[in-house]
């Protein structure tokens, strides 16, 4: 193809060739990917640290092109050493407009969790482990015994922790607590556990009840309960 250029006053006309192979070379206009590399999905708990039968929350964002409307999957791992054992826990949730995503979970051991973008390529996030302490009960038998009685403590655990140690504890002035007596704890059916032991009682305080960690729990503990000693 020749394209001519005619100048005014001049006589002689200059002609410029513009060839197809120099059009064909010319670079394509750029196109942006899907999903770039500075894509990427975070995870956080509500709470961490659950007692047994708890529920929290896991939520995050996906950041990046196409961040809406994302299905995401949860995985799980409740085995030690975590992060070699994930599975699919069932769990989804879909991306809003913003990329944020929000999963409820009721694990009932100790369990690192992670999530899944089925973007394009898929975008995994970092690990975050919700750690489950042991329900743990606590009654008295008498909350405002004449000093040097015996108190019976007593309760039950969930889920079942047949043999661990449970440690009856004094909170001390400076808020710590120190164990004033011990025992184990025992089969009580309904996938439970239970404990009783006896105290000698001799001044008012606040005590509470804890029950060992193991490799699936967090220590568990009791609510506190005030003794008022009299005499």
Avoid: C, W
């Avoid at 059009?23 to 995870?43: C, E, M, Q, R």
């Avoid at 047949?162 to 309904?190: E, K, N, P």
């Amino acid at each position: 193809m020749q394209i001519k250029f005619l100048v005014p006053g001049l006589a002689l006309a200059a002609a410029v060739a513009v060839t197809p192979a120099a059009l064909a070379a010319k670079p394509p206009k750029p196109v942006k990917p899907p999903n770039p590399a500075g894509t990427a999905i975070t995870i956080g708990a509500k709470s961490s640290m659950l007692v047994f039968s708890g529920v929290t929350n896991l939520s995050g964002r996906l950041s990046g092109n196409g961040a809406s409307g994302v299905a995401i999957r949860l995985e799980a791992d409740d085995s030690r050493p975590y992060g070699d054992s994930y599975k699919a826990a069932g769990n989804t949730a879909t991306t809003s407009n913003n990329g944020s995503y929000s999963i409820a979970v009721k694990p009932l051991i100790n369990t690192q969790y992670r999530v899944v973008a089925q973007a394009s390529p898929p975008v995994m996030s970092a690990a975050k482990l919700v750690s489950v302490r042991m329900l743990v009960g606590l009654r008295l038998s008498d909350t405002t015994p004449a000093r040097g009685s015996l108190v019976r403590f007593s309760g039950s655990v969930f889920p079942a922790h047949d043999g661990r140690s449970v440690s009856i504890q004094r909170r001390l002035s400076t808020g710590g607590f120190v164990t004033v007596a011990r025992t184990a704890l025992r089969d009580a059916g309904d996938a439970k556990s239970a404990y009783s032991r006896r105290v000698r009682v001799s001044r008012s305080s606040v005590y509470r009840v804890k029950v060992t960690a193991d490799a699936d729990h967090a220590n568990g503990f009791s609510r506190m309960r005030s003794i008022a000693v009299h005499g």
